[in-house]
């Protein structure tokens, strides 16, 4: 059996509302199943592996895509190439943001993205806050805690990684949340997300056998408490 190579991306600088949280999920799902797993994290200045099967981003604050912005931008050729083949990607909010074309703050300042997603982010001083769940057509409910003030609006070469509830979502008008180009996934949902959504865990899991040429069916786990998790979630005013 292979061992799954995850690849946590600014671990330090974008971790926020619990996102290492999504490594943990991955990484415990593939030992319950006595599957070998090796979790690398990359810092500023750290190199990628280029056996990355799984690479998992967070968010943070604006200051903090401040802080890591050049080092991201550095590394554009080397996420497009990785998008390109395959690599199965999972960024959260602020990594969403720089996986995009740009971020522009809400006092007019751009920070650059790496164009891996076909999207394009603007801070406004209102934020969306509360917990959140979305519905999507490949792995159901998906469910978490929203809290960003960048609008982002999707190009053509994206499409949403679902639908989310009114005033919600990427921008809070046009319903969708999330974009999804091939094997990368964008998404507002902190939590973490996976915690209270194993079909996206064990979606992403698959994804990466499959680029490795892997046919293989995952081993059933008893997911009583993450849906009970999100139902609860669903349940709580925002």
Not at 146 to 175: F, I, M, V, Y
Request: proline letters at 5%.
């Amino acid at each position: 059996m292979i061992t799954l190579k995850l690849v946590h991306l600014y671990p330090r600088e974008m971790n926020i509302y619990g996102d290492t949280g999504n490594v943990l999920v991955l990484r415990r799902r593939l030992q319950w199943r006595d599957r070998p797993v090796e979790i690398v994290p990359v810092s500023l200045g750290d190199p990628i592996p280029h056996d990355a099967d799984i690479l998992l981003g967070g968010g943070g604050q604006d200051a903090a895509q401040g802080e890591i912005g050049e080092d991201f931008a550095g590394r554009a050729a080397e996420l497009r190439a990785m998008a390109d083949d395959g690599v199965v990607m999972l960024a959260i909010c602020g990594s969403y943001q720089m996986l995009g074309h740009e971020f522009i703050t809400h006092e007019g300042r751009r920070i650059a993205g790496v164009g891996v997603l076909d999207v394009v982010t603007r801070g406004q001083q209102v934020r969306l806050i509360g917990n959140n769940y979305v519905d999507t057509p490949s792995t159901g409910r998906l469910v978490g805690y929203e809290n960003h003030s960048g609008l982002t609006t999707l190009g053509p070469g994206a499409r949403p990684l679902g639908t989310s509830q009114s005033g919600r979502g990427n921008n809070g008008q046009d319903g969708t949340e999330g974009a999804v180009r091939d094997n990368v996934i964008g998404t507002y949902l902190h939590g973490p997300v996976l915690a209270k959504s194993p079909r996206l865990a064990d979606d992403l899991v698959q994804r990466a056998y499959a680029r490795r040429g892997v046919d293989t069916e995952l081993e059933p786990l008893d997911d009583t408490l993450p849906e009970l998790a999100a139902r609860v979630a669903v349940g709580r005013p925002r």
